[in-house]
């Protein structure tokens, strides 16, 4: 089985900004007993605090925003540099920089690891297309909250989803935004290319590093993504 896995670099960090090593620690555990039993991961890690930060710096010093999204992009690689570390040689020694490199990667390495791709979008984009160009199996999202809610979740009455319609999806989360480290969960390409590949994409709570083996094991957790009612 193939599967893309997308970290969101927020789960990377504490609320002090220290990276959380154990987090780091528990991931490439799970990622390699998994890859004992035979799966092959792509796994795209983002920019969280360092890449919000970098960004708000450069552009309060005057940075385009193609020049912010370069530093997301290279911030989002750096974090996934810390968990190619933790995975040692299990890992394609090198973080992928284009979709090229990635093809051939995936067909000599059990474990591929991807920042940033191009500015524009998010690290949820780059999963998604890396997730089309390898045909993986399941494209999962671990994100720093539980799903996804059918209006904000810091709303009064917001309920969180087990399976939501990819168009539900792009119409409860349009109006996000659109300038570099503001990208909500899934942006406009990520959604694009889910919807046109129909790619199988479960959205998950990531705080805990052992719900990747549960999602991993098919249990019904965080939320699903259907298309035209049904999940393919
Ligand atoms: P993300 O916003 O995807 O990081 O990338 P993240 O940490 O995963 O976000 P959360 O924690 O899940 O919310 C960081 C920034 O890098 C740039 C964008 O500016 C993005 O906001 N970026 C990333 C690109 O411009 N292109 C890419 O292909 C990826």
């Not at 960004?55 to 996934?80: P, T, V």
């Not at 000599?108 to 390898?134: D, F, H, R």
């Not at 809610?149 to 969180?160: L, M």
Request: glycine residues 10%; aromatic residues 4%.
């Amino acid at each position: 089985m193939r599967v893309v896995l997308k970290l969101g670099g927020s789960l990377l960090y504490d609320e002090s900004g220290k990276v959380m090593i154990d987090r780091i620690r528990e991931y490439a555990e799970s990622i390699r007993t998994h890859v004992k039993d035979g799966l092959t991961m792509v796994i795209v890690v983002g920019g969280g605090r360092p890449a919000r930060e970098f960004i708000s710096a450069a552009r309060e010093l005057g940075a385009s925003e193609a020049q912010c999204d370069w530093l997301g992009i290279k911030l989002a690689r750096n974090n996934a540099e810390l968990l190619s570390a933790a995975l040692r040689s299990l890992a394609y020694p090198r973080i992928v920089e284009d979709l090229d490199e990635l093809e051939v990667a995936a067909t000599s390495a059990k474990v591929v690891l991807m920042g940033g791709l191009i500015p524009g979008q998010s690290t949820n984009a780059v999963a998604a297309v890396a997730a089309e160009t390898i045909g993986a199996d399941m494209l999962l999202n671990a994100t720093n909250v539980d799903g996804v809610y059918d209006r904000d979740p810091k709303k009064d009455g917001a309920v969180k989803l087990d399976s939501v319609d990819i168009e539900e999806l792009r119409a409860i989360l349009s109006g996000g935004g659109t300038r570099a480290g503001e990208y909500r969960l899934f942006d406009p390409v990520a959604i694009k290319i889910v919807a046109r590949s129909k790619i199988p994409t479960v959205i998950f709570d990531g705080r805990k590093a052992a719900n990747l083996s549960r999602a991993l094991d098919g249990e019904k957790l965080g939320t699903r993504i259907t298309y035209g009612g049904k999940s393919r």
